[in-house]
């Protein structure tokens, strides 16, 4: 496609089942992170012990598939694993780059990179994805915009995948429907130390209780999570970037925990309908 005459803007969308387990690449992706170079994440035996039932309930949990890993030795292994498939999706979208930096299209077309969550390597006896906690939420995300964004350059705000359209749609110089949740990245993408309100919202859905989404707000003070029937968790980031201790409970941090709390979506309004136009649209289909 890349190397076709186009007469009207196009999209290319590449994506990869990687790093999803099973963790099947060559080996000399293998062979670039030797084992005695491997660390692997720092784990709290009794990490789950202040964490809410529903908390609990959403891990892999405490003597099930993480500590069998553990328990035979091959946490290492794991890691090793991960560190291999990542860099083979590293190599893989490097060989699209390289063909758009062939093309004639590399300096008007805007390329993003995203993963759509992160991943647990043991942390909270937790294994993959589907969590609140940073391991989970915490997604790769990257722009390169010809003219805006410089080569290198990292941004420490925090942003949502759901900035995503919003963004590109003001990059594009088109129209954004007045029902979208997100927020134009652009200020972000031409100077990444800008000022901004530094918030992310995470949704996870109880299945059991579709009714009862679980939700979890990130920004510079810490990591507030709330469940259903009252059950909360919140982490002093700063200070504990493990989030091993939960706060929500210490008079100290009730401030900004109510802060926090204020700023996330209730159960009701997680629950409401789509927006009439939307709706409206997929009946039309």
Aim: charged share 25%; hydrophobic share 35%.
């Amino acid at each position: 496609q890349l190397q076709k005459q186009h007469d009207e803007p196009f999209f290319i969308a590449f994506g990869t089942f990687n790093p999803h387990m099973p963790w099947y690449v060559p080996q000399k992706y293998f062979d670039m992170f030797p084992m005695d170079e491997v660390t692997t994440p720092q784990l709290l035996n009794n990490d789950l012990d202040d964490v809410p039932p529903l908390g609990v309930a959403i891990t892999s949990g405490k003597g099930r598939f993480v500590d069998s890993v553990l328990e035979h030795g091959l946490h290492k292994d794991a890691v090793q694993a991960y560190l291999a498939t990542t860099a083979y999706v590293d190599a893989q979208m490097g060989r699209v780059l390289d063909a758009l930096d062939r093309s004639p299209y590399k300096d008007n077309t805007i390329v993003v990179f995203l993963s759509d969550h992160g991943f647990h390597l043991g942390e909270k006896h937790h294994w993959q994805k589907a969590t609140l906690w940073e391991e989970a939420t915490h997604c790769l995300l990257m722009f390169r915009v010809p003219g805006v964004t410089r080569t290198g350059c990292m941004c420490q705000q925090f942003v949502s995948l759901q900035d995503i359209y919003p963004t590109l749609a003001d990059l594009c110089s088109l129209d954004r429907p007045s029902y979208l949740d997100g927020r134009s990245l652009v200020p972000l993408l031409k100077v990444p130390n800008a000022k901004w309100d530094s918030t992310a919202i995470t949704c996870l859905s109880d299945k059991s209780s579709p009714d009862q989404g679980y939700v979890t707000i990130r920004n510079e003070s810490g990591r507030y999570i709330r469940y259903a029937k009252g059950q909360e968790e919140f982490y002093v980031t700063t200070q504990d970037p493990h989030e091993w201790a939960n706060q929500i409970d210490n008079p100290r941090h009730a401030e900004t925990i109510e802060t926090l709390k204020n700023a996330v979506p209730s159960f009701s309004e997680m629950a409401t309908p789509l927006p009439p136009v939307q709706r409206k649209r997929e009946d039309d289909e």
